[in-house]
């Protein structure tokens, strides 16, 4: 960031309320244009088709381009044009919305009825508890952070092995990602805290709404498990 903790805290209890609201607004916009793009995806029956067919090697090139799409809407979403910033927005909601395809057409068709449903609630009331303990407490969670890289370094290093040697992950690594995607919710909330100007807001939710979404994920994973 560009910003400094010392300018963000001159701002007035009033512009950090308000810099607050918009950010978790724009949370809760990008998990509803989440679900409507999803809804509209998943009946474009050739690209379910298609990403139903991306096995092995095929997957890791379309994590790559995940990767790529997000550190893309990342960088936008710092610029100091607004129309950028939610341009960067709106490419962390379509790679997002891409990326589930497969899953979510697996659990709508094959696994318990609702069980999106209530991966979805089960996510949004750990991402609620997450924020409120990141926001009542005087803790800055920004430690963390070297933490979450080893993390997410290891993680993409099981997933690799995973697909070399065609192994499952199994439940544990789901556990492990949702423990992994909880601590990035602490970290991205005390961001709010304590990093971000008030005008970052846009740049905020994005970091949020990634960190709400690989919860989603590994909630959803091991709720499909059961079956």
């Known amino acids: 960031m560009n910003y400094t903790q010392d300018i963000f805290t001159q701002a007035s209890e009033v512009e950090r309320g308000a810099f607050y609201q918009k ?7 990008a ?3 989440f679900i409507g793009l999803e809804s509209v995806l998943l009946q474009i029956e050739p690209l379910v088709n298609f990403m139903l067919s991306i096995k092995g090697y095929g997957w890791l090139l379309l994590l790559g381009v995940f990767y790529l799409i997000t550190m893309m809407g990342d960088k936008m979403a710092m610029k100091l044009d607004r129309s ?9 909601v379509f790679a997002y919305a ?10 709508a068709n094959y696994s ?13 009331a750990l991402f609620g508890g997450l924020t409120a303990v990141a926001m009542t407490g005087k803790r800055d969670f920004s430690f963390l952070r070297s933490a979450l890289i080893i993390g997410g370094f290891v993680a993409i290093g099981l ?4 697909v070399i040697f065609g192994f499952n992950l199994g439940l544990w690594f789901s556990v492990g990602m949702v423990l992994l995607a909880g601590g990035s919710i602490l970290y991205q909330t005390s ?4 990093k971000y100007h008030t005008s970052q807001y846009v740049a905020a939710a994005v970091g949020l709404f990634s960190s709400l979404m690989l919860l989603f994920w590994y909630v959803l994973r091991i709720f499909m498990s059961r079956d």
Do not use: K, N
């Open 23 to 29: 950010t978790y607004m724009h949370v809760a916009g």
């Open 31 to 33: 998990v509803l244009a």
């Open 84 to 92: 950028q910033q939610y341009l960067g927005l709106g490419l962390y």
């Open 98 to 107: 891409l990326l589930f395809v497969p899953m979510l057409f697996i659990a």
């Open 112 to 124: 318990s009825p609702g069980i999106i449903t209530q991966a979805g609630v089960v996510s949004l």
């Open 159 to 162: 997933i690799i092995a995973g």
């Open 191 to 194: 961001q709010l805290r304590f």
